[in-house]
């Protein structure tokens, strides 16, 4: 199989404090991998440096073959992603916010796959609305079709059904789902368990920076345990220890 | 609310300790206050020279236009919060959280940064005359006394400006109905010589006529306008949604020819959008050039007027050049750092929309000279002003990057700044001097400002966002 992602050893210090210590992970092209962890393990940061917007302290990366600290950009021309925090510019509306995006990585035919978006997450009658005006799930809807926009191979997207209601988290699981069978690769941060048990093939539990489990979902699931029982007892084991 | 204050205040002194170490900020005023002492040392030097009282006034001119340079705040209101910590404050949204309500938050944001603003320039600077009494042969009673009338000119700087760009953000209109009516009563009240032109200026009244009078009508000048700014803020968080047709496309087409065109025309949709731009030009630009223009006429006395209007280019020029905070400042680059694009694009595109925003400086120029007189002095003047623009925000491009507003509380970055620009300054002043077509001989600037960019683009590239 083909690997996308693969990590090694990487660290990432702010301070004293490492948010990511000494993590090595492989992604297998195809799969839906799922970043699982408490608040503060370092998914965020993980991901960051995945996409090269944080440099890592130590360690290497390389994203569909591209190594993220020496060509950090030309890795996030590959990959699409949904960044933590959903900022769209604030005075660009929605449709220009896509126009936007299209032209900076040089999308042909943006206005119809734009427009395809805009019906698909069925936010077509806010299209014209600034994008500082727009509801929280409506500017997540927004980033999510942002980073799908180019048809990328590989999407690397940081909680991106925290802010859905369950009509809309049902259309992306599916999309998600479809998008990996068509032969793309998801790498997904969550600590939504029940998403992650329904559409991962793979998980990794980050804790505290550092990876305490790592494999496939149907691993964790063949041996009868629920997985949000199996992600307690990896956390817990460890803060006892 | 006290601890409300005390919070924001940590907040930027953390904003700031965090990217260049607590002694660099802390050495800013410092450093401000050496360069005021040794300052002190010319003022017998510049007595000789500039006839009695001009000095003074030009000194308070100079605090009334620090005091206009930061005062816009009724611009972009809250937005201003929004942009400066980005979306890591809890402190701007604590409305949303705590029981306190907007106004009450911006207020103590504006009176935070008057502080903060207070602490860095003003008092530094009267720090630095008092130490250098020595040297300058000033008696200690007047420097206490300008030690009230500089701050309240600073003061009252601020006020008017938060007062005038508070109006502009209700309505244009508005501005300009209250500005001609002001102007109005107060050219009656001059004409009528019911009082002179000098208590147009408060704090400068103040000076030359010291009494619990005239401090009580300075204090309650300033008090009422701030006030009133204050109060008459439109604050609110989530305002109604607002439709905009799609024309990012085009103004991006039109634009094609340009380096990093989606992000220039990004740029500039965002500045007419948020209102910064129109208000920008006049509180920021028009507004502090009419204050030079005051302050250098006032030496008319010792300059031949074509002297002033070419001194006036270069210091426009450096006006100019701060236009590159107002793309940076108001724009939280975190919003698109996710896409493929380096630091050097992003510098990339905000040079070139500092570059289209350059029309505005030869604009008015050219139409400070024709109406001065100076009709055959104008395209000099202009290519000294547009050089030394350009020029300025090289410097300011290679020392802090995409980071001006912050990064310039640096002692070192200050200082790096002023030894960069002041002496090409003085050059390209003197050339002017000796005959006016030699102003031209600023292009010249063009190879350096080059330079210093390219630099740039590899001494940031590197350099990761460590806020916001
Ligand atoms: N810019 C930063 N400066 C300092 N510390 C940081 C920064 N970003 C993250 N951290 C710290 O690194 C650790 C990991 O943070 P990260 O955001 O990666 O966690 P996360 O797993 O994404 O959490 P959550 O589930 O809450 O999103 C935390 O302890 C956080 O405080
Ligand atoms: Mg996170």
């Known amino acids: ?241 | 609310m006290p601890e409300l204050f005390v919070a924001m205040f940590r907040e930027e002194w953390r904003m700031h300790s965090t990217i260049f170490g607590s002694l660099g900020f802390a050495l800013f005023p410092v450093l401000v206050s050496a360069i005021t002492f040794m300052g002190s040392a010319m003022i017998p030097y510049l007595e000789a020279v500039i006839p009695g009282g001009t000095l003074s006034l030009v000194v308070h001119l100079q605090f009334l236009l620090l005091g206009v340079m930061v005062g816009g705040f009724g611009l972009l209101g809250q937005e201003v919060m929004n942009r400066r910590f980005g979306q890591a404050s809890l402190l701007a949204y604590s409305s949303r959280s705590l029981p306190i309500s907007d106004r009450r938050i911006f207020t103590t944001f504006v009176i935070k940064d008057t502080v903060y603003y207070f602490l860095l320039w003003v008092l530094p600077f009267i720090a630095g005359v008092t130490f250098g009494i020595p040297l300058s042969g000033l008696s200690l009673s007047f420097v206490g006394l300008i030690t009230v009338t500089l701050t309240l000119s600073f003061l009252f700087g601020l006020s008017i400006v938060f007062l005038l760009s508070m109006l502009y953000a209700k309505s244009p209109a508005l501005l300009a109905l209250v500005l001609s009516g002001v102007i109005l009563i107060a050219a009656v009240i001059v004409w009528l010589q019911i009082a002179g032109m000098v208590y147009l200026f408060p704090p400068y009244a103040l000076y030359r006529d010291f009494s619990p009078l005239v401090f009580l009508y300075s204090v309650l000048a300033i008090a009422i306008l701030f006030s009133v700014s204050i109060s008459g803020m439109t604050l609110s968080l989530s305002g109604k949604e607002r439709h905009y047709p799609n024309r990012y496309g085009e103004i991006a087409g039109w634009l094609g020819w340009l380096p990093a065109a989606p992000l220039v025309a990004k740029d500039i949709l965002d500045l007419w959008r948020s209102g910064a731009f129109v208000g920008q030009v006049l509180f920021s630009f028009l507004l502090p050039l009419a204050v030079i223009w005051v302050s250098l006429s006032v030496l008319s006395a010792v300059l031949p007027d074509v002297q002033i209007l070419f001194s006036f280019a270069a210091v426009a020029g450096v006006i100019a050049a701060t236009m590159y905070t107002w793309l940076t400042e108001f724009d939280s680059v975190g919003t698109y750092t996710f896409l493929p694009l380096g630091t050097p694009d992003l510098i990339k595109s905000k040079f070139t929309s500092f570059s289209v925003l350059q029309v505005i400086p030869v604009l008015t120029m050219a139409g400070t000279a024709i109406l001065s007189g100076y009709a055959m002095e104008a395209f000099p003047a202009v290519i000294l002003a547009v050089s030394v623009s350009f020029y300025a925000c090289s410097v300011m491009i290679y020392l802090t990057g995409l980071w001006p507003a912050v990064m310039v509380y640096n002692a070192r970055v200050l200082l790096s700044s002023l030894l960069m620009i002041g002496p090409v300054l003085l050059v390209f002043i003197w050339l002017s001097f000796l005959d006016s077509l030699y102003a031209c001989s600023a292009v010249l600037l063009a190879l350096p400002t080059y330079l210093l960019v390219r630099i740039a683009f590899r001494k940031w590239a590197s350099w990761e966002k460590v806020f916001f």
């Open chain 1, 1 to 241: 199989m083909n690997t996308v992602i693969e990590a090694n050893g990487l660290t990432r210090y702010y301070g004293d404090l490492a948010a990511v210590d000494n993590v090595s992970l492989s992604v297998e092209a195809g799969s839906l991998f799922g970043l699982l962890g408490p608040n503060g393990s370092g998914k965020t940061t993980m991901i960051r440096m995945l996409t090269g917007q944080v440099r890592p302290s130590s360690g290497k990366a390389t994203v569909l073959g591209v190594d993220v600290v020496k060509d950090p950009v030309l890795a996030r021309v590959k990959v699409g992603i949904i960044p933590e925090q959903e900022t769209p510019p604030s005075f660009l509306t929605a449709s220009e916010y896509l126009d936007f995006v299209a032209k900076i990585r040089k999308i042909e035919g943006a206005g119809e796959k734009a427009q395809w978006w805009f019906e698909f997450l069925d936010f077509a009658d806010k299209k014209d609305v600034l994008c500082k005006d727009l509801s929280r799930g409506t500017r997540q809807k927004l980033m999510f079709a942002q980073a799908f926009l180019h048809r990328p191979v590989l999407a690397l997207i940081d909680e991106p059904l925290i802010n859905f209601d369950p009509v809309m988290q049902k259309t992306v699981k599916e999309y998600l789902r479809e998008y990996v069978c068509d032969g793309g690769t998801i790498f997904l941060s969550t600590h939504i368990l029940e998403v992650a048990e329904e559409i991962c093939s793979d998980v990794a539990i980050l804790h505290r920076g550092q990876i305490v489990h790592s494999g496939p979902l149907a691993e964790i699931l063949a041996r009868k345990e629920k997985l949000s029982e199996f992600f307690l007892n990896a956390v817990r084991k460890d803060s006892y220890a």
